[in-house]
């Protein structure tokens, strides 16, 4: 690992992903096999947003849009994995689908996320289609929505849905109404 003075030396005395210049540390990359440059300086708000103790703000990583392109691998393989984690965002995905990295770096990249992968929560239709925010789905089932005076009919379409932290549940419009919906009663469009 390099030292902490190397790396403020190299990161001019600014975080290596948002360039914020305050509360810096060295950050250990994780999942790179026989390298020894593997450390970036990070501020506080990045280091937290990485390892999961504050919310993800996608904001706040906009700043990867100059970051992605430095020189420096391990800084590379970070701006890849947290415009991998904000990919729902579309400027991330396209700030990812313009990104390169070479098949040692990609590897590296893929490595560190494998772990985090394996937290995710994975929402399933009733067939076992994997939805993703933003899909259509088909009620399949006549739903009587609690709270309300209508029914949810069997057949019906709901567009751009949003995923919640159970995987047993979407979010959707029905009537005009925000609902939440069993993914049991729907098959992905």
């Not at 076992?128 to 009587?144: C, M, N, P, W, Y």
């Not at 979010?171 to 109404?177: D, M, S, Y």
Request: aromatic residues 6%; hydrophobic residues 40%; proline residues 3%.
């Amino acid at each position: 690992m390099a030292t902490e003075q190397s790396l403020l030396e190299r990161s001019n005395g600014k975080c290596e992903l948002c360039g914020a210049q305050a509360d810096l540390a060295p950050y250990e990359v994780e999942g790179a096999v026989g390298r020894d440059d593997t450390a970036v300086m990070l501020c506080e708000t990045c280091t937290s947003q990485i390892t999961g103790s504050e919310s993800l703000d996608p904001n706040h990583w906009r700043a990867l849009n100059d970051s992605m392109w430095s020189p420096v691998p391990a800084v590379q393989v970070m701006a890849w994995r947290m415009l991998k984690r904000l990919s729902e965002e579309s400027w991330a995905q396209d700030l990812l689908d313009m990104l390169y990295l070479d098949e040692e770096l990609q590897a590296w990249a893929e490595a560190g996320m494998a772990s985090s992968a394996d937290d995710e929560v994975v929402t399933k239709d009733c067939f076992g289609t994997v939805l993703q925010a933003g899909d259509s789905v088909v009620i399949i089932k006549d739903l009587d929505v609690k709270g309300t005076s209508f029914t949810a009919k069997r057949g019906t379409t709901v567009r751009n849905i949003s995923l919640t932290d159970n995987p047993e549940h979407i979010e959707g419009r029905v009537n005009g109404t925000r609902i939440v919906i069993l993914t049991k009663f729907v098959k992905k469009a």
